[in-house]
Every structure is written in structure tokens, then in C-alpha cells.
């Protein structure tokens, strides 16, 4: 099927979601500063005009009375931008004004000490602070007022107020500046992370590109090894998963030739001597016991085949359940070497058990995995005519261990005799089977988690092993 690139080319979503990532991200710290600004530093500027009022209003408290009261006044009022007036209760008429520059002077709002002034200190025991609208800076001013004495039943009472006009100020001079940061900060963020979006989908572009073509089987694509880390590690593997199915893909022409060989030769053999037995040795008993075992020949190596292929497909399904029983390793080698020998007292194989050591898995089925390693070692001893098998006891596991001393195995081809299809090439060693056995021997050994491998040396031999628990279990 043929991936269309119009669509991969249209969106690219790592790069809006990486943009939207960085965007949102400069968004939430440009919200974070505004509410800092305005409800940090604004409140607590405000806090420290109202604890400077009631310090100051304690200080005039305390002066009271003095022969220079009015002295201090007017250089607190000066020194502190304050503006302080003393009222009577009586007429609601200031007794003393004095304004932030220390002179006496008429109050700059009059309704700085209102008409509620004496409500609000008879709510509050006598001190409250409050704020009114300063009309002229379209701001505020910052009250306190505490009572200072009582005269014949009327309160005197101390007004020290500050404009929050200067606060105000500030905060429109840091606003104006969030704006114009955050403004720049919003920009820098959105240039940075597409350049940073397009260095980091720019090679997993390039690796879809090149995937896509993969996928429609062009094998000899090339990933470039660039970006971070991760786009160089998905290109590795790419690149092995490109040699794999190169590899795969040789192995399956190899099979396909093989099996249009392996089964078109038996069945000619079969329609041949089937024609000579009806033609030439239907009277001559010699030859026709001799047609009809070479028939039977070839039928048998055609159901072996057939019979392999259906049981590795039954093992890679998952469909085979295993029939798990305690059984001795000694008694399953034997049975699988004397299966395999039978007809053929020519050759020696040599059975060495060091211990009769239990195993628990399916016998049925390790007893195929060693056939399969006999006949192996029968079939590719060459002129020796001798192979062995030893079974030998390692701490806590049961190695064993089918040795034969034929041609050998080449070290490129150690990994590669357990996959499908494959088959040592003709040159190393004499093809005969259709590279099914050990697949089958390597599903059934991954089916009971057992370790295998196979070490080999060549001109001098090959060692097929594999390793199973011991259980103490009764048989």
C-alpha cells in the first residue's frame, strides 16, 4: 500500500505542539509576574503606608501635649509627605492642619475626615484606618485616625493621611513595562521554539520520509544519523530494522526457491518411478520393489516437509499448549538418539550423563528439540561417522549438549542458523533440509524458557546446546 507524503507534508504536529508548548508555557509565567505585580508588590506596598500611618499616629499620640507639638508635627508632615489634622467633635472643625510640606494649611479634601470618621472610631475602639478617593490623582488616600483626648464630652481626634498617588504612579510604570517585557518575551518565545521545533522534527521528518519508502519496500534507503540523541537511536534502529528485512527478504527468495525445489523434485521423482513401475517393472519383482521404495522415499521426505512447516506455524501462532511432566533428561536423549540412528549402524553416537538430573517441561516436545540437534550432527559429521552428546549437571541446570566433528559452522553465521528459512550455505556444509528444524528447535526452547546456543569451529566441528531446571519434583 502507498503512503501518501502530500499528508505527511501538510502538518507537522511536532512543531505546532512544541510551539504551542513554548508559547503556553511564556503565557503562564507572563500571567504569574502580572499577578505578583498586582497583588504582591501593590498589596504589599499599601500594607507598608498603612503600618508608616500607624506608626506615625502613634507618635504623634505619644508627643502630645508637649510644648513643641506643633513643631513636630510640621517636620513629621514634611519629612513623611503626611498630611495631619487634629478635629473636635464639637462643630467638626480642625483644630490643627498642616500639609505635606510641614506648613499649615487648609485640608487638601475635605472629605479626608468626613462625616462617618466618628462612626467608624466609635466601631473601632477608637482607632481605624480607611481609605478615600483622591479626586485630583485619581488615586486614593490612605487614612488613620485614633482619638487623642476628651474635653467636657468632645473627642479630639489625630487624621494622618498619604496619598496613594505615588504608589499608583509606580504601578502604572511597572504595568507599562510587564506589557512591553512580556511583549518581547512573547516574541523571543515564539522564535525560539520554532527554531528549536524545527531541530527537533527536522530528522524525524527526514525518518518518516525515508520510513515511508521502507514501507514500500525500497530496502535500500538510507537514515541520516542527525538532531538529538532519540533521532539518532531511532535511526540505528531503523538501520537494523532495514537489515533485517533485507536479511528477511533474502531468506524468503531463498525459501520460495527452495520449496519450489525440495517439493518439485519429490514430486517429480514420484511421477517418475510411478511411470517406470506402470511401464518397466510392473513384471520384473526387483525393480519394482525398488520403484516403490524410492516412491515411498519421496513421499516421506515430502510429508516430513509438510509437516515441519505446518508444526512451526502451529509454535509461532501461540495455538501449542504444553503438556508439562517431570521427566529424566538421560531417558529423552536416548530415546531421540535411537530414533534418530534407526538404519543407520554405521555410525557411532557416544552418550555421556554425568548425572541422572529431572526436568520439568513438555517431553514431547524437548525430545523433537534434541532429534533435531542428532540428526543435525548425523547428517553434517561428514566422513567421521561419530558424534556425542553430553549431559551434564551445572549448579542448578541441566546443559545438554550435541557435539559432532563434521565441517563446521562459519562465526558470521552463528546467529543466523536459528531464523526461518535459513540454511548454511552449500559450501560450508551439505544442504539437505529446507532450514525449518532449528526454528522449530529454537520456538520450542523460547516456549520453555530455556537458554540456547550454538558454538562451532570450523573444519573442526560444531556444539548444539541447551539448558533446563532442575526439579526435585517426584516423576
Known amino acids: 500500500m502507498k503512503i501518501s507524503e502530500a499528508g505527511a507534508k501538510k502538518h507537522h504536529p511536532m512543531v505546532f505542539g512544541l510551539w504551542i508548548g513554548f508559547m503556553g508555557f511564556a503565557g503562564i509565567v507572563a500571567l504569574l509576574f502580572w499577578l505578583v505585580l498586582h497583588f504582591s508588590v501593590g498589596i504589599q506596598y499599601q500594607k507598608q503606608v498603612e503600618k508608616e500611618l500607624d506608626g506615625a499616629v502613634q507618635s504623634v499620640w505619644e508627643m502630645y501635649g508637649q510644648t513643641d507639638f506643633d513643631t513636630n508635627i510640621s517636620f513629621l508632615a514634611g519629612t513623611s509627605s503626611y498630611f495631619i489634622q487634629i478635629l473636635s467633635e464639637e462643630g467638626g472643625e480642625p483644630l490643627l492642619s498642616v500639609n505635606s510640606q510641614g506648613e499649615s494649611a487648609r485640608p487638601q479634601q475635605e472629605n479626608i475626615a468626613d462625616v462617618k470618621l466618628?462612626?467608624?472610631?466609635?466601631?473601632?475602639?477608637?482607632?481605624?484606618?480607611?481609605?478615600?478617593?483622591?479626586?485630583?490623582?485619581?488615586?486614593q488616600?490612605?487614612?488613620?485616625?485614633?482619638v487623642l483626648a476628651n474635653h467636657n464630652g468632645n473627642r479630639e481626634v489625630l487624621v494622618i493621611s498619604k496619598s496613594m498617588a505615588d504608589v499608583d504612579a509606580l504601578m502604572d510604570l511597572l504595568t507599562s513595562r510587564y506589557w512591553m517585557i512580556t511583549g518581547i518575551v512573547l516574541v523571543l518565545a515564539s522564535v525560539i521554539s520554532l527554531l528549536l521545533a524545527n531541530y527537533f522534527s527536522k530528522p524525524f521528518r527526514h525518518l518518516n520520509k525515508n520510513a515511508v519508502q521502507m514501507a514500500e519496500g525500497n530496502y535500500k534507503t538510507r537514515f541520516v544519523r542527525e538532531g538529538p540523541s532519540e533521532a539518532r537511536k531511532l535511526s540505528e534502529t531503523l538501520e537494523l530494522a532495514q537489515e533485517e528485512f533485507n536479511r528477511t527478504?533474502?531468506?524468503?527468495?531463498?525459501f520460495m526457491a527452495n520449496i519450489s525445489h525440495d517439493m518439485k523434485t519429490p514430486l517429480t521423482v514420484i511421477k517418475m518411478y510411478a511411470e517406470m513401475l506402470e511401464d518397466f517393472s510392473g513384471e520384473i519383482p526387483e525393480k519394482r520393489k525398488e520403484h516403490a521404495r524410492k516412491i515411498q522415499e519421496e513421499a516421506d521426505r515430502l510429508t516430513e516437509f509438510i509437516n515441519d512447516s505446518m508444526e512451526l506455524a502451529r509454535l509461532q501462532s501461540g495455538t501449542v499448549q504444553l503438556e508439562e511432566s517431570v521427566f529424566a533428561m538421560r531417558d529423552v536423549v536416548g530415546e531421540a538418539v535411537s530414533r534418530a540412528c534407526a538404519g543407520r549402524e554405521d555410525f557411532e553416537f557416544d552418550i555421556s550423563c554425568d548425572r541422572d538430573s529431572a526436568?520439568?517441561?513438555?517431553?514431547?516436545?524437548?525430545?523433537?528439540?534434541?532429534?533435531?540437534?542428532?540428526?543435525n550432527a548425523i547428517k553434517y559429521s561428514g566422513p567421521q561417522k561419530r558424534a556425542k552428546v553430553n549431559i551434564r549437571t551445572i549448579q542448578n541446570n541441566v546443559r545438554v549438549e550435541v557435539i559432532d566433528y563434521g565441517i563446521g559452522i562459519s562465526k558470521e553465521e552463528l546467529d543466523l542458523v536459528w531464523k526461518r528459512f535459513y540454511q548454511v550455505q552449500p559450501h560450508d556444509r551439505k544442504k539437505t533440509g529446507m532450514g525449518i528444524g532449528l526454528n522449530i528447535v529454537s520456538e520450542i526452547l523460547d516456549m520453555h524458557y530455556a537458554p540456547?546456543?550454538?558454538?562451532?569451529?570450523?573444519g573442526k566441528g560444531t556444539c548444539f546446546w541447551f539448558m533446563m531446571e532442575v526439579c526435585n519434583e517426584k516423576m
Do not use: M
Open 249 to 254: 527478504e533474502q531468506l524468503r527468495r531463498d
Open 141 to 146: 488616600w490612605a487614612v488613620s485616625a485614633v
Open 118 to 139: 466618628f462612626e467608624r472610631l466609635d466601631a473601632s475602639e477608637g482607632f481605624c484606618n480607611y481609605y478615600v478617593e483622591d479626586e485630583t490623582h485619581d488615586s
Open 452 to 458: 540456547y546456543g550454538v558454538e562451532s569451529v570450523p
Open 359 to 375: 526436568v520439568k517441561g513438555d517431553r514431547r516436545l524437548i525430545e523433537r528439540v534434541i532429534y533435531n540437534f542428532v540428526s
